[in-house]
């Protein structure tokens, strides 16, 4: 077995809904839509047994966490929330609570669509420290899980295509090519030669080969692809 990460967008927000950038602004919780796809994944990962979730410390990934945690009380899994500034959405600085239709119109927005990795935001945070803050997060839950552990990350859109990015080891200038989508979930696993991407943006999949996995993922790619799940 290797270290499964199911990264988890959180639920929307109003924000989300509105067009407004919330950063790392407090107070943006989920909306109606946002508390049901909470649910929705939570659900989804009932009869997973998770060995852990770790979370942004914004409210709106806190929310998400816990419906995740209870219903894995629930199912009679007593597991424990980590709080981890590593996965906190990026720091966007000056552009943080601005409208998305306003920002389009800054000279900084084409750069950030076309080469993300030169961007460091106005009175905030470069994208390429944001990867590499979130990418040092993964790789230190997995060797604190372990091999045989699948866990959840609850974190933001860019930070969720950053690290996936790195895992299908693209440049992070492509990662605007990945969709993040609320309440969506993607699943890598870990090995020692290189990482899987399993799912990406899945909003609805069967998950149930996360509790059922039998055979054991080498390091090596199936030629051919394999027999599937």
């Given at each position: 077995m ?12 109003a ?5 407004v ?20 994944v939570?659900?989804r990962l009932?009869l ?7 979370t ?16 894995q ?18 720091d966007?600085?000056?552009w ?9 119109k ?9 080469h993300p990795?030169?961007?460091?935001f106005p009175?905030?945070e ?14 230190h839950w997995n ?7 699948t ?6 859109g860019?930070?969720?295509?950053a690290?996936?990015?790195d ?15 609320p ?9 020692s ?11 609805g ?10 055979r054991?993922r ?11 799940r």
């Open positions: 290797v270290p499964t990460c199911l990264l988890i967008r959180h639920g929307r927000t924000a989300n809904a509105q067009g950038l919330a950063g790392c602004a407090p107070g943006i919780h989920l909306d109606d839509r946002g508390r049901e796809q909470a649910q929705q939570a659900e009932r997973v047994q998770l060995s852990g979730i770790i942004s410390p914004l409210e709106r990934t806190r929310q998400t966490s816990e419906a995740i945690e209870a219903l009380v629930q199912a009679g899994n007593a597991i424990a929330t980590h709080v981890d500034d590593r996965v906190i959405e990026c966007y600085g000056d943080t609570g601005q409208e998305l239709k306003k920002l389009g800054e000279p900084l927005w084409k750069q950030v669509q076309g990795s030169s961007v460091t009175g905030g470069s994208m390429r420290g944001m990867q590499s803050r979130a990418i040092e997060a993964v790789r060797v604190e899980f372990g091999d045989k552990a866990y959840a990350v609850v974190s933001h860019d930070v969720i295509k690290l996936i990015a895992a299908l080891g693209i440049h992070l200038d492509h990662f605007q090519r990945i969709a993040v989508d309440g969506s979930m993607s699943i890598i696993e870990y090995t030669a290189r990482p899987y991407v399993i799912r990406t943006n899945d909003t999949s069967d998950t149930s080969f996360l509790h059922k996995r039998k054991k080498t390091s090596d790619a199936a030629v051919g692809g394999g027999a599937g």
